[in-house]
């Protein structure tokens, strides 16, 4: 079903729980660059690549409460982590020589540009990778919302949504040994069959828009790039 596909501009969004590999907290140098390696693969297929990444390693508006902290005051923080991440991961970047833009939804001019719709989208046309950093800017929201809003507001062809199972599955894999992977499913069926995709937020955001969404192991070596060329990898929503 998939074979044909050909993505000219795309939006990846990665996990910061994704960056801590082994770790307990923080970032694994290791991971880091394994996912530069596949970022730059994949761009030397000539396609455009926005990134947004969580922030889920170092600090989660959640965790907020049970240290005492504010609701908002704790997803303002969880934005600042997703900075973090987005800093190393632009370094990493160009290590291996990729030309990037950092640009943030939060005000923070000394390592970050503001975010600015059509100068994003020059970048991308300039074929520099752009990571989107600070989420929305606002508290309530996820990365994944902004991986959504932002992949619409530049015209990205899809979501690939990096991850460390190979698709949407039944149910839990991890935990059910019956559980069976999808290759293709509609946005319909995932509402109709309860399953986990995104945040309902960040989904309800795809489906409005029509913009198809790719689940898939972004730990398995060259897989972004095979998700890239059209390759039967992961799971398709549409
Ligand atoms: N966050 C927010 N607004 C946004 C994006 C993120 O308030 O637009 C906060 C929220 O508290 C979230 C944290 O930043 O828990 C880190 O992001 P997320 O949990 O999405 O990271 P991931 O799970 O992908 O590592």
Do not use: W
Request: charged letters at 20%.
């Amino acid at each position: 079903m998939k074979t044909s596909i050909k993505y000219k501009r795309v939006l990846l969004k990665l996990s910061g729980e994704a960056l801590m590999g082994e770790q307990n907290y923080g970032i694994d140098a290791n991971r880091l660059e394994q996912y530069a390696l596949e970022i730059k693969r994949a761009a030397a297929e000539g396609i455009e690549i926005a990134i947004v990444i969580g922030g889920g390693n170092i600090f989660r508006g959640i965790q907020a409460a049970s240290v005492g902290i504010d609701k908002v005051q704790g997803d303002y923080m969880g934005m600042l982590a997703t900075v973090i991440n987005a800093m190393a991961l632009q370094s990493a970047l160009e290590k291996m020589g990729l030309y990037t833009r950092l640009m943030s939804s939060m005000k923070m001019e000394q390592v970050c540009e503001p975010y600015v719709r059509r100068r994003a989208i020059r970048h991308l046309e300039k074929g520099r990778i752009v990571i989107f950093g600070a989420g929305l800017g606002s508290p309530y929201f996820t990365t994944d919302s902004a991986a959504s809003l932002r992949a619409i507001e530049i015209g990205a062809d899809v979501v690939l949504k990096g991850t460390r199972v190979d698709g949407v599955y039944t149910s839990d894999p991890e935990k059910d040994p019956l559980a069976t992977k999808y290759t293709n499913l509609t946005f319909q069926e995932v509402f109709a069959r309860n399953l986990n995709v995104m945040d309902m937020t960040a989904f309800t955001l795809c489906q409005e828009n029509a913009l198809p969404i790719i689940v898939f192991d972004m730990n398995v070596p060259d897989n972004l790039r095979r998700v890239l060329t059209g390759q039967e990898v992961g799971t398709l929503i549409y």
